[in-house]
């Protein structure tokens, strides 16, 4: 094994790891990377040591491989491509991705047809890399256990995802309306929680959007505010959870401090302390996260 020595920036447990050799970053834990997280474009990645998994693909081609390259990640690392849902922000590329990388694209059949009727996505996913999946069935990648689960949300069809590798379990809920108790039950499961706060309850009241979309977007096939997100935190974690990323925050009706703030105070209320009993972070809308641990 050839050992390469790669400049670039990372955060495990918070730190900057300045100059690191790429085959000690993936090692057997799970490591995770926001590439962005909002209606601009949606990408997160799960790696181990022997598979890499690519979750939505609302990013530009160009853009992606221009972040692969700054954050020291290799293409060559990706298995396959996870959908949530069909909407432009999470699917725009995953057909040219998934021809350019020749990997296979995951969803349930609903998603995929609802990704091959969306004008917004040019190149479509070949028939040959579709790949169905059945919700609240658990299929292999590699190393990684991967079980959707149903979301709420006005697309096509929607999953959140938890992705389990030696006994760590990470789950990701993005563009949810309300929370189920299916969703609940995957939640208190989680050591490593992506959740979305899209917005600030207030600031969508006052904001300029016209009223159908104030309703859309509050109603329960939309998306979850500060507070809601808050609440689902406050009445479902548990001590397993170590570290949860706030998502999908609206560039209109939200702001990173405002969410950070709001769920924290909710969780205050409940007898919980942020940053003692799990952390809380915010996943921003254009700039990737660093790489995380989670072990």
């Known amino acids: 094994m050839i050992h390469l020595k790669i400049e670039f920036f990372l955060i495990k447990k918070g730190k900057y790891l300045g100059s690191t050799p790429f085959f000690a970053i993936f090692a057997a834990m799970m490591n995770f990377i926001s590439l962005g997280s909002g209606s601009s474009g949606n990408c997160y990645c799960i790696f181990t040591e022997n598979t890499g998994l690519m979750i939505d693909v609302g990013l530009g081609v160009r853009t992606l491989k221009?972040?692969?390259?700054?954050?020291?990640?290799?293409?060559?690392?990706?298995?396959?491509?996870?959908?949530?849902?069909?909407?432009?922000?999470?699917?725009?590329?995953?057909?040219?991705?998934?021809?350019?990388?020749?990997?296979?694209?995951?969803?349930?059949?609903?998603?995929?047809?609802?990704?091959?009727?969306?004008?917004?996505?040019?190149?479509?996913?070949?028939?040959?890399?579709?790949?169905?999946?059945?919700?609240?069935?658990?299929?292999?990648?590699?190393d990684l256990q991967i079980t959707p689960f149903d979301v709420p949300h006005d697309s096509a069809d929607n999953v959140g995802y938890m992705i389990t590798h030696e006994?760590?379990?990470?789950?990701?809920?993005?563009?949810?309306?309300?929370?189920?108790?299916?969703?609940k039950s995957f939640i208190q499961k989680a050591n490593y929680l992506v959740l979305e706060a899209n917005y600030d309850e207030e600031m969508l009241r006052v904001g300029t959007y016209p009223e159908h979309l104030k309703v859309r977007i509050s109603g329960e096939n939309?998306?979850?505010?500060?507070?809601?997100?808050?609440?689902?935190?406050?009445?479902?974690?548990?001590?397993?959870?170590?570290?949860?990323?706030?998502?999908?925050?609206?560039?209109?009706?939200?702001?990173?401090?405002?969410?950070?703030?709001?769920?924290?105070?909710?969780?205050?209320?409940?007898?919980?302390?942020?940053?003692?009993?799990?952390?809380?972070?915010?996943?921003?809308?254009?700039?990737?996260?660093?790489?995380?641990?989670?072990?």
């Not at 006994?167 to 969703?183: P, R, S």
């Not at 170590?242 to 709001?262: D, F, G, M, Q, Y």
Request: net charge neutral; proline share 3%; glycine share 8%.
């Open 66 to 142: 221009k972040l692969f390259n700054e954050y020291g990640l290799s293409f060559s690392k990706i298995n396959a491509v996870l959908l949530t849902h069909d909407h432009a922000d999470h699917v725009k590329s995953v057909g040219s991705l998934s021809h350019d990388l020749s990997v296979p694209v995951y969803s349930t059949k609903k998603v995929h047809a609802g990704v091959r009727n969306n004008y917004c996505v040019r190149q479509k996913v070949a028939s040959g890399y579709e790949r169905y999946l059945e919700k609240n069935k658990t299929v292999a990648i590699g």
């Open 167 to 183: 006994g760590v379990n990470f789950c990701l809920i993005t563009d949810a309306g309300h929370v189920t108790d299916e969703m």
């Open 222 to 295: 939309g998306h979850l505010s500060n507070k809601m997100c808050g609440m689902v935190l406050a009445e479902n974690a548990t001590p397993a959870l170590k570290h949860v990323w706030l998502c999908h925050l609206s560039e209109e009706n939200n702001h990173p401090e405002l969410a950070r703030i709001t769920v924290e105070q909710v969780l205050r209320q409940h007898g919980i302390a942020p940053g003692k009993d799990f952390l809380v972070e915010i996943l921003k809308r254009k700039t990737p996260s660093g790489l995380y641990d989670l072990e």
